[in-house]
């Protein structure tokens, strides 16, 4: 069966999935989200969707609890796409977005990497 296109294209882009049957992307040169729902085999519209606050490309993205989707570093739109050492936390049950304090940031900033969470 084919799958239906996303409803734009994406480079820099991250994938992650929640144990329910949705597929969060996010990332690009855009602040946008998209999710596709696996079970029903469409895109959520999104209009109801919130922006991430600031542009992420080549970030990192992990779920936790099953509740928060966080981005982590990437290449910022500030200064013309500066690495980042900061995260955001988007709520997927209040559909809200968030950064974490400074004090948090990751120690050196990245792009292009990976993370994983462990039982979490």
Not at 103 to 116: E, F, K, L, N
């Amino acid at each position: 069966e084919e799958l239906p296109d996303m409803p734009e294209g994406r480079v820099g882009h991250c994938a992650v999935s929640t144990i329910g049957s949705e597929i969060y992307i996010v990332g690009r040169r855009t602040r946008s989200m998209d999710i596709f729902d696996t079970v029903t085999l469409t895109w959520k519209i999104r209009k109801y969707l919130r922006h991430m606050p600031e542009v992420r490309c080549n970030a990192a993205a992990v779920v936790l609890k099953n509740k928060y989707l966080v981005v982590i570093g990437g290449l910022g739109a500030v200064n013309n796409y500066v690495v980042t050492a900061s995260c955001l936390i988007y709520d997927i049950w209040c559909n809200r977005w968030s950064s974490t304090p400074v004090s948090i940031d990751m120690i050196t900033a990245r792009y292009g990497h990976t993370a994983a969470v462990l039982d979490g």
